[in-house]
């Protein structure tokens, strides 16, 4: 129990007709980053803005940290750093004094507030343009500084929506990088996103929403078990006649496909490596490529929802 | 049945003004630092000087004694414009707290800030609190400086000091004309709040002001006329009758902001007057041209003008929060 920092059961949020969230159940544990995954319109946004109290909440109950948003947001708040997408800051002040402003309403004393600004802009590189003007500042800048924020407020949870969206690649990696920072101080992690590797590369947990219901919920392979069935993937290119027959007849193996010109995707029981590599070989072939693949996200995101649109 | 509807609005925990003094003071500094209030003050003191500095020089050549010389510089309007301080200040003060308040909350929707300071601990009670007591102190300071513009240059050029009692109807009038400049803000604050456009809401707003200083005027003679029997409108009633039709018109013309504004002025800066809103020849007999009142009985004939500017102000600033309370957060 204490180990969970946001629980949400049977969250609801109407607009007018329209099940915006449609009676959600969550857990986001302390220490993990969790990612919430889905369509434009599924409902991300507004269950995050539910959790910090920005939004009613219909029906249905969220605790964040042990409080109550609805009640108790001033609690949610003070200890939840949240970084909206499409962030917007001060544009006729600085870094800094952006900062400064939001120290005080966080009613950081004055005297620490300087410093732990200083840290928080260090810790995100900004450091040497503290003192420049917003308006001048790129979006990965603009960014960077949310998280800043979010570090100089001492959050026990950040919440973040669509952190990278807009972000050249390598932007993207540095911003994962600090959320990966965040992650090794402590702060539990709650982040939507669309852009599904990045996603996979951080993330703990991913929660998959459709239509404003979790659809999926578990750890990336869990989810590939689920929608793409229990097996070893692997992707092997080879020269030689009837390679395909020679997979075929391993022991284990579920499912030869190809994969453009002289290369196939094999789905195996077990791990098949060797035993592939051996028989090609024996049967005269050349192996010029044998690839151990990791479940994608982004399989298990374009399959769930091509067979959702199947069943609808 | 969805379960969300029976639910009862729970209470919320924690003081509605945490984080008020941080807005205030951003707000103020904002103002104060920025372009668009170089420019309002400049239109402040353009129009405020320039009766000040004419009608000084005609009060310079007044040889008579007047022991309310001083007051005079306010509201005596000078014969080569006819528009004395006072009016200009009924038009300019409007003006000052619409351009101070016509995009305090939906620039922050458009600047995608408001999601991120909401984040933090505070209601928005104290958001739209602190905007609007930051625009006010921004607002009482431009005032401040003109009124003491106005005394600086009554001293220079008269040459005599104001008498203290002129100096605490000076400053009644002051606190009069923020609380005026309060209802503008408000109102102002108000549209902000409505639409997301800023020049839609500094739209609005203007449109409020032109309603209020030419249209509504003219429409009230017509409204007064429409809801008093046709004899009486003709001027053939008994006099009971015919009072209660300018008493019906005076009321009408006091729900503008300007009127209320203004008969408090005129009460606080003329010591002579003793009635506000319809001079009834009757009782007019002998009160412009009777010995001044004392400062607290005039207080009192302007308490009723000024309780009216406060109200409207707090029942704006009301309708402005309750649907500020309303709106969704995201852009
Ligand atoms: N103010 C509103 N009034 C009515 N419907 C709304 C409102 N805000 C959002 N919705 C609806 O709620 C649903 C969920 O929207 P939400 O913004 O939470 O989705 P999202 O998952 O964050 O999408 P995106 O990836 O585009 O950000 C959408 O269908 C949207 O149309
Ligand atoms: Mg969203």
């Known amino acids: 129990m204490a180990d969970t920092v946001i629980s949400a059961r049977g969250l609801l949020k109407l607009y007018g007709q329209q099940r915006a969230v449609d009676a959600i159940d969550l857990d986001v544990e302390r220490g993990e980053i969790f990612g919430l995954l889905g369509p434009n319109g599924a409902g991300k946004t507004t269950t995050i803005l539910m959790m910090l109290g920005l939004t009613e909440v219909s029906g249905g109950t969220v605790e964040v940290l042990g409080f109550n948003p609805v009640r108790e947001p001033l609690e949610v708040k003070r200890r939840v750093g949240y970084l909206p997408d499409a962030v917007g800051f001060y544009d006729h002040l600085t870094a800094r004094e952006n900062l400064?402003?939001?120290?005080?309403?966080?009613?950081?004393?004055?005297?620490?507030?300087?410093?732990?600004?200083?840290?928080?802009?260090?810790?995100?590189?900004?450091?040497?343009?503290?003192?420049?003007?917003?308006?001048?500042?790129?979006?990965?800048?603009?960014?960077?500084l949310g998280i800043a924020e979010i570090v100089m407020k001492r959050a026990e949870v950040a919440i973040l929506d669509e952190p990278t969206s807009g972000l050249d690649p390598h932007a993207t990696f540095e911003l994962l990088e600090m959320i990966r920072g965040l992650k090794r101080n402590g702060v539990a992690v709650l982040l939507s996103s669309h852009l599904l590797d990045r996603v996979?590369?951080?993330?703990?947990?991913?929660?998959?929403?459709?239509?404003?219901?979790?659809?999926?919920?578990?750890?990336?392979?869990?989810?590939?078990?689920?929608?793409?069935?229990?097996?070893?993937?692997?992707?092997?290119?080879?020269?030689?006649?009837?390679?395909?027959?020679?997979?075929?007849?391993?022991?284990?193996?579920?499912?030869?496909?190809?994969?453009?010109?002289?290369?196939?995707?094999?789905?195996?029981?077990?791990?098949?490596?060797?035993?592939?590599?051996?028989?090609?070989?024996?049967?005269?072939?050349?192996?010029?490529?044998?690839?151990?693949?990791?479940?994608s996200l982004e399989e298990v995101y374009t399959r769930y929802f091509q067979e959702a649109r199947h069943a609808a | 049945?969805?379960?969300?509807?029976?639910?009862?609005?729970?209470?919320?925990?924690?003081?509605?003004?945490?984080?008020?003094?941080?807005?205030?003071?951003?707000?103020?500094?904002?103002?104060?630092?920025?372009?668009?209030?170089?420019?309002?003050?400049?239109?402040?003191?353009?129009?405020?000087?320039?009766?000040?500095g004419l009608s000084l020089q005609e009060l310079r050549n007044i040889t008579?004694?007047?022991?309310?010389?001083?007051?005079?510089?306010?509201?005596?309007?000078?014969?080569?414009?006819?528009?004395?301080?006072?009016?200009?200040?009924?038009?300019?003060i409007p003006l000052l707290a619409i351009g101070l308040g016509f995009d305090s909350v939906n620039s922050e929707f458009n600047r995608r800030t408001l999601s991120r300071v909401l984040s933090q601990p505070i209601y928005r009670d104290a958001l739209l609190l602190g905007k609007f007591l930051g625009g006010l102190a921004t607002l009482a300071v431009a005032l401040i400086a003109l009124w003491l513009i106005v005394l600086g240059a009554g001293l220079l050029l008269l040459g005599l000091p104001p008498r203290s009692v002129e100096v605490a109807r000076g400053i009644?009038?002051?606190?009069?004309?923020?609380?005026?400049?309060?209802?503008?803000?408000?109102?102002?604050?108000?549209?902000?709040?409505?639409?997301?456009?800023?020049?839609?809401?500094?739209?609005?707003?203007?449109?409020?002001?032109?309603?209020?200083?030419?249209?509504?005027?003219?429409?009230?003679?017509?409204?007064?006329?429409?809801?008093?029997?046709?004899?009486?409108?003709?001027?053939?009633?008994?006099l009971d009758e015919t009072l209660a039709m300018?008493?019906?018109?005076?009321?009408?013309?006091?729900?503008?902001?300007?009127?209320?504004?203004?008969?408090?002025?005129?009460?606080?800066?003329?010591?002579?007057?003793?009635?506000?809103?319809?001079?009834?020849?009757?009782?007019?007999?002998g009160a412009i041209l009777g010995a001044p009142l004392p400062l607290d009985q005039s207080l009192l004939l302007i308490w009723p003008q000024v309780t009216g500017l406060i109200a409207a102000m707090i029942v704006v600033f009301a309708a402005a929060y309750v649907i500020f309370q309303r709106e969704e957060v995201r852009a």
């Open chain 1, 100 to 144: 400064t402003y939001t120290a005080r309403l966080l009613g950081i004393p004055r005297g620490e507030s300087g410093r732990r600004i200083m840290e928080a802009l260090d810790s995100v590189k900004l450091a040497d343009v503290a003192d420049k003007r917003v308006a001048t500042f790129s979006r990965g800048m603009r960014q960077r």
């Open chain 2, 246 to 285: 300018i008493q019906l018109q005076s009321t009408l013309e006091r729900l503008s902001p300007n009127t209320l504004f203004g008969e408090a002025v005129i009460g606080l800066l003329n010591p002579e007057t003793r009635t506000l809103g319809p001079m009834i020849p009757s009782l007019m007999r």
């Open chain 2, 1 to 52: 049945m969805p379960p969300s509807v029976a639910q009862r609005a729970p209470r919320r925990l924690g003081s509605p003004f945490t984080g008020l003094s941080a807005v205030f003071m951003k707000e103020f500094s904002d103002h104060l630092s920025s372009a668009r209030m170089m420019v309002l003050m400049l239109f402040v003191i353009v129009f405020g000087a320039l009766p000040v």
């Open chain 1, 200 to 295: 996979q590369s951080v993330c703990d947990r991913v929660a998959l929403f459709n239509n404003g219901r979790v659809a999926l919920l578990g750890t990336v392979v869990q989810l590939a078990n689920q929608v793409l069935g229990a097996g070893h993937p692997i992707l092997i290119e080879a020269k030689g006649s009837d390679i395909a027959g020679t997979l075929r007849g391993i022991d284990g193996v579920q499912s030869v496909t190809a994969e453009g010109e002289g290369a196939w995707r094999v789905v195996a029981a077990r791990d098949v490596r060797a035993e592939a590599a051996e028989r090609i070989v024996a049967a005269g072939g050349s192996l010029t490529r044998l690839a151990d693949l990791q479940p």
């Open chain 2, 172 to 238: 009644g009038f002051l606190v009069v004309a923020i609380a005026y400049g309060g209802v503008w803000l408000a109102i102002a604050m108000l549209f902000s709040v409505i639409f997301r456009s800023t020049a839609t809401s500094a739209l609005c707003a203007l449109g409020v002001w032109l309603f209020f200083v030419i249209l509504w005027p003219l429409i009230v003679p017509v409204l007064t006329l429409a809801m008093t029997p046709t004899d009486v409108a003709m001027g053939l009633g008994r």
């Open chain 2, 64 to 92: 008579e004694s007047d022991p309310f010389l001083f007051l005079r510089i306010f509201t005596s309007a000078p014969q080569r414009i006819p528009f004395s301080f006072t009016a200009s200040l009924t038009l300019v």
